[in-house]
């Protein structure tokens, strides 16, 4: 028996082109100029941790039926997964070229040669001391391709038949994911007065940086698919659920160092990024407002986004073609509109591209639904 392919979750895709923009902000500006928006720009890492539980959710929703019937190739799912991550992964390691120098100034022999070789290989996130090794954002990369590799195994638990129980198993997940951070928190093994975003120290950065911290979330989202068939997706349960995750979500937020920052760096939100997905993935009122389509359109390029504006805009400043041509004046917020046109030149020109190749060389029969025609990070 045929199982039917999932409709696309346009609002989903909107609003990955806001987790995706304000990653860009956080790393490129100052949060008080965006006023009673800053909180959220101030925590743009928690983007990161929404977008890790939003790839498990979107890859269960396309394939757990699957996976549950027994009919998932696991050969072609990680092929497939191959040939949307890796182009764009290797074009942001070929613009990294310029920090080769730097990471063999900030490296011992051992540690550049370890970061040299593990970074195509998608696994320089598995050691802290290079987790951000010539591309900062490319840890994730690492994290990704595990969970990737453990998804068919996670996606054929059964579906409930309770969805009491469920919820349960839920949040005992969520409980295991709050632990890394409150260990951190209790115990402070790197002794630092204050844990921020600024903080440094070989303990944060294994939390921060490392596949394992983080698998929580990942699970947590092909359990939230499970939740997603059983609850309509007409009426105001959903508005309701979308609504509360958005406005509990900036509330934490706006607490600012009064929430620990090991805590809320990934475990804390997940409850609440269930509910915002649960309400996008509906049919009501704010699903329609995300599903605008400038919104989808660039939310579509939010991996090339992602993975591509750390090392372009320092390109774009490095050159000082802004400064020569007086654009400078126009500063940041046309660095800002140009990450975007990159990202969707790339997405378009080379990532598309590259992908039906890649497919072609590998025999991979292109069969996805539309409902994933976008990378789901």
């Known amino acids: ?7 696309r979750l346009n609002a989903l895709t909107g609003l990955r082109c806001f987790a995706a923009i304000n990653i860009v902000f956080f790393h490129f500006s100052n949060p008080d100029w965006f006023g009673w928006f800053a909180p959220v720009v101030n925590a743009g890492y928690v983007s990161v941790s929404f977008f890790i539980l939003l790839s498990g959710f979107v890859l269960a929703y396309n394939y757990a039926s699957k996976a549950r019937a027994g009919t998932l190739d696991r050969t072609r799912f990680w092929e497939a997964r191959f040939t949307r991550l890796y182009p764009i992964y290797i074009l942001s390691l070929i613009l990294s070229w310029r920090m080769i120098p730097v990471e063999y100034q900030a490296h011992s022999h051992g540690m550049f040669f370890a970061g040299m070789v593990l970074s195509p290989l998608l696994l320089q996130g598995w050691i ?15 994290a990704e391709t595990a969970y990737y590799l453990g998804f068919p195994w996670f ?3 059964k579906r409930p038949t309770r969805l009491s129980t469920h919820l349960a198993k839920m949040a005992g997940v969520w409980c295991l994911g709050l632990i890394p951070g409150t260990v951190y928190f209790l115990l402070n093994p790197d002794h630092l007065a204050i844990t921020d975003r600024w903080s440094y120290g070989p303990w944060l950065q294994m939390l921060k940086y490392t596949p394992l911290p983080h698998v929580a979330s990942f699970v947590f989202g092909v359990m939230l698919a499970n939740v997603d068939e059983v609850v309509p997706r007409a009426g105001w349960l959903r508005f309701v659920l979308g609504f509360g995750g958005f406005a509990g979500t900036f509330g934490i ?47 579509e390029a939010s991996y090339c986004l992602y993975l591509l504006h750390f090392n372009l805009w320092n390109m774009i400043h490095d050159s000082g073609i802004l400064q020569r041509t007086g654009l400078i004046r126009f500063d940041p917020w046309l660095s800002y509109a140009l990450l975007i046109a990159l990202a969707l030149l790339a997405l378009h020109f080379i990532e598309k591209p590259a992908q039906r190749q890649l497919r072609r060389w590998m025999g991979v029969t292109p069969r996805a639904s539309k409902s994933e025609q976008a990378n789901p990070f």
């Not at 028996?1 to 409709?7: E, G, L, T």
């Not at 802290?128 to 690492?142: D, G, I, K, Q, R």
């Not at 600012?256 to 475990?267: E, S």
């Open 1 to 7: 028996m045929d199982i039917p392919k999932p409709s």
């Open 128 to 142: 802290p001391e290079v987790a951000t090794f010539l591309n900062t954002p490319a840890w994730t990369m690492s």
């Open 253 to 299: 937020l706006v607490l600012g160092p009064r929430v620990p920052y090991a805590v809320i760096h990934d475990g804390l939100l997940m409850p609440l990024f269930g509910c915002m997905i649960l309400g996008l993935a509906g049919q009501n009122l704010l699903a329609d407002a995300f599903s605008w389509q400038p919104l989808v359109f660039i939310g």
């Open 155 to 157: 996606a054929r638990w």
